[in-house]
């Protein structure tokens, strides 16, 4: 039976999960932590989204759906990422396994399936191997043309509701020699194969998300239909990148959920937690990790709130765009989780105080999260391999600037999302850090000179990064540990470069916290400078000034977001 779609908006679903928060509810923090100490799956938590119709957010609206922007669905994510992570990731998986069919297929097949998941019904994506991880081209499962159709044999491992879910969308060799035209994307309905045909693989026991159905399945003899085919025969590479170039995006606003708890949490205690005579809070060592760890938060917010618009108005540069974001975020994120830890001391490892041990578990289900999709090293390994479009873009100055600036405009109307218009190269490089020099001269023009002289900082180190990288010659798929390096400072000039065209092109609504004076752009700004082994501008860190502000008024999950006060801009 279809479920019929509303309107489900992050503030409702925020609404929704507020009241199923209580005793005895879904999402029960008591609950919640008591399943993930037995490794049981959530399974009140994860029925109530899917009866709200937060598989929606998974369907494109021309197919039903309520998927316009990339935005709107990982807003809708985050949300549930901060109650809870293991929840966020079971249920969003969805997502996943349904964008080959949203890339590749026909509209008929993704008619087909968005009917099924608006109905409730979960799809997994199979892709990896014991054995071959993310060396996907290695990948042994097979699907052998046969009368009707193609019959399945082998398995995949690792993957996220292969158990629980009833379709699978799998990445099968479809020519004995493989290579990037010997797969295939075949969508498999489990309830349609006789016994024997396929077997679910053991749960794998998980550092973090405990409670996550992180299993396998293994095909014997397995027949499908030949409709079950996503995309043409030998497509599957293809369409594997250009549906990784959305997911990992998607994927990021875990991150950003695990960053709205982790946050108040850490307020919370230092400012109740008394030491030597005063709160620890008023400790300078412990103010400026604190603001460190927010301004750092709000950069890796930055990246991704302008990556997620980016996929509707820039698709054309995803391929890059994607790979510095997945690499970014998680990671950032993560540090500044770690440096929290610090701060809370044994209470972020003990897992039955500080609301029932909700620090320890973020930390442990948040650290999957940079491996979703390809790891850390696996997008830095994407960036330097287009390390000469970059350069090249670079001396140029392009820049999609229509492009640019409806990515930047968090209350503009987009077009919907349309993954037809993904290509696999960025072949101008990338205009948000390409626009960087145009940028800072925007900035100098605003008359904030903090944030004009960060500005300046920024457009020259993109200037010396990319000499670098135009003096580099090294073979593909032999980066040295340097080329990481030159990654990584990239990473934090695009970082940077969002902030400046989000600030520059935004109006907060009155009295929007994080806005007051260029508060958030300011520190996060400073974080990105000092990561670089830059100076900030002369006068009080901003970090400092940003965690004054975090302890003056306190904090609630959800409110430390550089887009409060912005919804209705």
């Known amino acids: ?35 993930d100490e037995a490794e049981e ?31 709107g669905a990982m807003a809708a994510l985050r949300t549930v990422a901060r109650r809870d992570l293991t929840v966020a990731i079971a249920h969003g998986k969805t997502f996943l396994g349904a964008m080959p069919v949203w890339v590749a297929g026909d509209a008929e097949q993704a008619d087909r399936l968005a009917h099924e998941i608006t109905s409730g019904a979960e799809v997994c994506w199979g892709l990896t191997e014991a054995g071959s991880g993310s060396d996907l081209l290695a990948g042994r499962l097979t699907a052998r043309r046969v009368a009707g159709g193609f019959e399945l044999d082998g398995g995949k491992w690792l993957i996220n509701n292969a158990t629980r879910a009833r379709f699978a969308c799998v990445l099968a060799r479809t020519r004995p020699e493989g290579g990037p035209r010997g797969f295939g ?23 973090g998300v405990r409670g996550a159905d992180i299993s396998g399945i293994a095909f014997t003899g397995a027949k499908v239909p030949g409709s079950a085919l996503v995309g043409p025969d030998g497509s599957g590479f293809e369409v594997v990148l250009k549906s990784l170039q959305l997911t990992r995006i998607f ?10 708890r982790a946050l108040p949490l850490a307020v919370r205690f230092l400012t109740d937690r008394p030491l030597y005579g005063q709160r620890l809070a008023d400790l300078p060592r412990v103010r400026r990790i604190l603001g460190d760890a927010a301004a ?58 500080l609301e029932h041990g909700a620090f320890a578990k973020l930390d442990r289900d948040h650290r999957i999260v940079a491996v979703f999709d390809g790891s850390t090293a696996v997008n830095r390994h994407a960036l330097i391999t287009n390390f000469p479009l970059l350069a090249r873009g670079y001396a140029t100055g392009a820049c999609d600037e229509p492009g640019l600036l409806a990515a930047a405009r968090v209350g503009a109307g987009q077009p919907p999302l349309d993954p037809a218009r993904l290509s696999l190269i960025s072949g101008g490089g990338c205009g948000v850090v390409q626009s960087l020099p145009r940028t800072a001269e925007q900035a100098a023009a605003r008359g904030h000179e903090d944030i004009a002289a960060a500005a300046r900082l920024l457009a020259e180190e993109a200037t010396r990064l990319h000499e670098e990288i135009a003096q580099r010659r090294e073979p593909p798929g032999a980066a040295s540990a340097e080329a990481f390096v030159l990654a990584q400072r990239y990473e934090l000039c695009f970082a940077g470069a969002a902030c400046l065209v989000l600030w520059l092109h935004n109006e907060p609504a009155p009295g929007a916290r994080w806005w007051r004076d260029a508060l958030w752009v300011r520190a ?14 002369a006068g009080p860190d901003a970090r400092d000034l940003l965690c004054d502000d975090l302890l003056a008024a306190g904090l609630v999950e959800g409110e430390f977001s550089l887009l409060s006060g912005l919804e209705a801009s």
């Not at 309107?7 to 399943?35: K, M, N, V, W, Y």
């Open 185 to 207: 994307f075949v969508l498999v309905d489990k309830d349609t194969l006789p016994p024997g045909a396929y077997h679910t693989l053991p749960k794998e026991a998980t550092h």
């Open 41 to 71: 799956f959530p399974g009140a938590a994860h029925r109530l989204l899917t009866d709200a119709g937060m598989g929606g957010h998974y369907v494109p609206v021309r197919h039903g759906g309520l998927l316009h922007g990339l935005d």
């Open 251 to 260: 994927a990021t606003s875990l991150s950003l959920g695990a960053a709205d």
């Open 1 to 35: 039976m279809t479920r019929p779609l509303i309107a489900l908006d992050a503030p409702r679903l925020d609404d929704l999960l507020t009241r199923a928060a209580g005793p005895g509810g879904a999402f029960d923090p008591a609950e919640l932590a008591r399943l």
């Open 296 to 353: 750092a938060v709000l950069l890796a917010e930055a990246v991704a709130v302008l990556a997620g618009r980016a996929a509707q108005t820039l698709p054309g540069e995803l391929a890059l765009i994607s790979a510095v974001t997945k690499a970014f975020v998680p990671t950032t994120v993560q540090r500044a989780v770690d440096a929290l830890a610090d701060l809370l001391g044994v209470r972020g490892f003990l897992t039955t105080v």
């Open 524 to 537: 996060a700004l400073t974080a990105a400078l000092t990561r670089l082994g830059l100076d900030a501008p």
